[in-house]
């Protein structure tokens, strides 16, 4: 049995903290620098926060669907040149945008969305089929899926390797799972005293913080091969402030990934993960 207390993804028992807010308190693993807080809600009170996750005014899903027009463009882009199939599920579709726009391009879309308002406006707004709840209950056979996407999903998790697991099942031999994430703590650190008013975690929100490294690990362990790691794309935040900062660091966080080929990841900024069923593909470029 797993040490409670141990790293999810290394299984190392030695951290430091790098934020505290209140009762909450975020500790980083000395060994894969992964972010845990601590303590977690229970799964109860998680479950019934992200009932009122998203506002059900109209505007805010068009600033939603506005401000991640830039990461669905590329992710579908991806999508479209790397998978063989053509049969998706969205894990924490919110209003569906991305899963709207694939079906647009001619795939077979299918989310699982926990906020109720996220769910209608997917199902009625954009006659999406989406279904309550987490992916545990979903009712699929292995081998449905061509790709399995998590935009600012894995954060969020109580068990990530659990969830990922579960998504190695659904998928296709050859099939993708692509995973968008937050990437957190050096800016945490940078700010120093400071971050408690920027509160970058969302408290208590996110669960876990990872990093590169990290995140290629938890996903080979889950029997994911070909791991990739990019940019793929930046936020358009409806404020001016963060929208012109998303921007800046995003423009140059991509210049600096292509230029190198992938090598240099600026920290700080989302970044998107690749990685395919281990026994289909050797490598993702394979299917370009």
């Not at 028992?13 to 807080?37: E, I, M, N, S």
């Not at 109860?44 to 998203?54: G, K, M, N, T, V």
Request: proline share 7%.
């Amino acid at each position: 049995m797993r040490d409670p207390f141990a790293c999810i993804v290394c299984g190392g028992v030695r951290f430091k903290p790098v934020f505290r807010k209140g009762p909450w308190r975020y500790d980083q693993c000395r060994g894969c620098r992964t972010v845990a807080l601590h303590p977690r809600p229970d799964e109860a009170r998680l479950l019934a926060s992200y009932e009122d996750y998203l506002s059900p005014a109209p505007a805010a899903a068009a600033a939603w669907e506005a401000m991640t027009a830039p990461v669905v463009r590329q992710a579908a882009h991806l999508l479209k040149t790397r998978c063989v199939g053509r049969r998706l599920l969205d894990i924490g579709c919110g209003y569906g945008f991305f899963l709207k726009k694939m079906q647009d391009i001619g795939w077979q879309v299918q989310g699982v969305e926990v906020s109720a308002v996220g769910r209608n406006y997917a199902r009625r707004r954009l006659g999406l089929r989406v279904k309550a709840g987490p992916l545990e209950t979903l009712e699929a056979p292995s081998d449905r899926f061509d790709a399995v996407t998590l935009f600012y999903v894995i954060e969020h998790l109580r068990d990530p390797f659990g969830l990922l697991r579960r998504v190695h099942g659904l998928l296709n031999p050859a099939g993708i799972v692509m995973i968008r994430w937050p990437h957190s703590t050096p800016i945490v650190k940078l700010f120093g005293p400071l971050a408690c008013h920027f509160d970058l975690y969302h408290t208590p929100y996110h669960l876990y913080d990872f990093n590169p490294q990290s995140i290629a690990l938890l996903l080979q362990k889950a029997g994911f091969a070909a791991v990739e790691t990019f940019i793929g794309g930046h936020t358009l935040p409806a404020k001016a402030g963060y929208r012109l900062s998303s921007v800046f660091f995003g423009r140059a966080a991509e210049a600096l990934c292509r230029l190198s080929g992938n090598r240099w990841l600026l920290p700080g900024v989302s970044k998107t993960t690749v990685a395919v069923k281990a026994g289909g593909f050797d490598n993702p470029g394979d299917r370009l």
